[in-house]
């Protein structure tokens, strides 16, 4: 009996979805020699807006080195938190779709522009910080070790405060240029 009852259970029973993507979800994607962008068919526009900017970046900004490897990255349209990130192992940056509410703490790009130079700047740090000690911890333990070496080495301000800067300089309304980014440094809170 319980064996019948295993074989027919898998009949009536569904799967859970705990959150991120329902499987239902098709993506398309757009593969350039810069990136990747994995994305929702709604986002096509954006994605297309997204790949040709990285392409331009990964051929002008060259502050920090020359060295370029691909990144894929994901539009993501379900996470309700207005964010993004790059992260190594697995390899990968993720943009969250969902536009801040007060547009008056980005400014007047949009949404997936803000993201795009931001993050891309990331990429440039974790292209061209593999080297020294860095690629010590690439070799000993893979990406999560370049992590590591990369976080001991580098201080956090630095890393976002450099992605910043590109925001900035890259765009006619980077961060930096908002009177109201400046009111916590000024403020003290």
């Known amino acids: 009996?319980?064996?019948l009852f295993?074989?027919?259970?898998?009949?009536y029973s569904r799967a859970q979805v705990f959150g991120g993507n329902p499987p239902s979800l098709h993506w398309k994607q757009i593969k350039t020699d810069t990136v990747r962008v994995i994305f929702p068919p709604e986002?096509?526009?954006?994605?297309n807006e997204v790949a040709s900017l990285a392409g331009q970046l990964g051929r002008t900004q060259r502050t920090l080195g020359k060295k370029m490897r691909p990144i894929s990255i994901v539009l993501q349209t379900l996470?309700?938190?207005?964010?993004?990130?790059?992260?190594?192992?697995?390899?990968?940056?993720?943009?969250?779709m969902t536009a801040e509410q007060n547009s008056f703490d980005l400014g007047s790009l949009p949404w997936s522009q803000q993201l795009l130079f931001h993050e891309f700047r990331h990429v440039q740090q974790y292209n061209n910080f593999r080297k020294g000690i860095s690629k010590l911890g690439l070799y000993i333990a893979g990406e999560s070790g370049l992590t590591l070496m990369n976080s001991a080495a580098i201080p956090n301000w630095f890393w976002e405060g450099d992605a910043v800067f590109q925001e900035t300089r890259e765009t006619r309304q980077g961060r930096g240029r908002l009177p109201s980014f400046y009111n916590g440094i000024v403020t003290g809170k």
């Not at 295993?6 to 009949?11: K, M, S, T, V, Y």
């Not at 986002?43 to 994605?47: D, E, G, M, P, S």
């Open 79 to 96: 996470p309700t938190v207005s964010n993004g990130y790059v992260g190594l192992a697995p390899r990968r940056s993720e943009f969250y």
């Open 6 to 11: 295993c074989l027919f259970a898998g009949l």
């Open 1 to 3: 009996i319980l064996l």
């Open 43 to 47: 986002l096509t526009a954006v994605a």
